[in-house]
């Protein structure tokens, strides 16, 4: 046994011994590319369950209303620093209960600007394309949002988060360090995967949760 591994290698048995090792490299380096990736994508569904996010529509482009929809937007926030939430689903909850709340700050925000419009309020899951924000950036995605339509809603959007309060410039404070990594760092390959793989697979219909 010994004299059989003294033996020197001919040229054909080390061809074959290069090949098992680099196939072995290949093996183990693709294993690891999938695990990180599927801690990824764990990550980015995780953070899409766990933010919860506003969605304003405005009337039209005018600039009248493009103005109050930013009004409206200053209203429900000063309502939402009333949530104790501690996680997303105590945050959901409380949303959900505070709508007519959240229609009656926005449309006394309209009044004082001189505006009538009807202003409907709704809690969604929704799909959001990737978006980036002063204290961090969301991949693609299906999110729960509070969603208020001023008027026909047919204007430009205005998106925020309202938890954990990127809205107000609060740096994020999710529970997993994966979720604050792809929100807040610089780790623009995971990102990209999260966001790519979403945009890729995530269904567009909007489905009302409450409202």
């Known amino acids: ?10 040229v054909r048995q080390m061809r ?28 980015g569904a995780a953070l899409c369950a766990d933010t919860l996010r ?4 405005a009337a039209s ?3 009248a209303d493009q103005s109050a929809k930013l009004r409206v937007r200053d209203a429900v926030l000063s309502v939402m620093q009333q949530c104790p939430a501690q996680s997303a689903p105590e945050a959901r909850a409380w949303v959900a209960g505070q709508l007519l709340q959240f229609q009656l700050a926005a449309q006394r925000a309209l009044t004082a600007q001189g505006i009538r419009a009807p202003v ?4 969604v899951n929704m799909y959001f394309p990737a978006r980036r924000y002063p204290t961090g950036q969301l991949p693609a995605g299906r999110y729960d949002a509070v969603r208020i339509d ?8 205005w998106w925020c988060v309202l938890y954990p309060g990127l809205c107000s410039f609060a740096q994020g404070g999710y529970a997993l360090p994966a979720e604050n ?12 995967l999260v966001d790519w793989a979403h945009r890729l697979t995530t269904r567009r219909q909007t489905v009302l949760l409450a409202g």
């Open 54 to 57: 506003l969605h304003i529509r």
């Open 16 to 43: 074959l011994l290069c090949v098992s090792l680099l196939a072995g490299f290949a093996l183990c380096g693709a294993l690891q590319g999938l695990y990180w990736g599927r801690t990824q994508l764990d990550a």
């Open 120 to 123: 409907r309020v709704y809690l």
């Open 61 to 63: 482009d005018a600039v």
């Open 150 to 157: 001023i008027g026909s809603g047919g204007g430009r959007n």
């Open 1 to 10: 046994m010994v004299r059989f591994f003294l033996q020197p290698l001919s």
């Open 181 to 192: 990594d792809l929100v807040c760092g610089q780790y623009i390959l995971r990102f990209r």
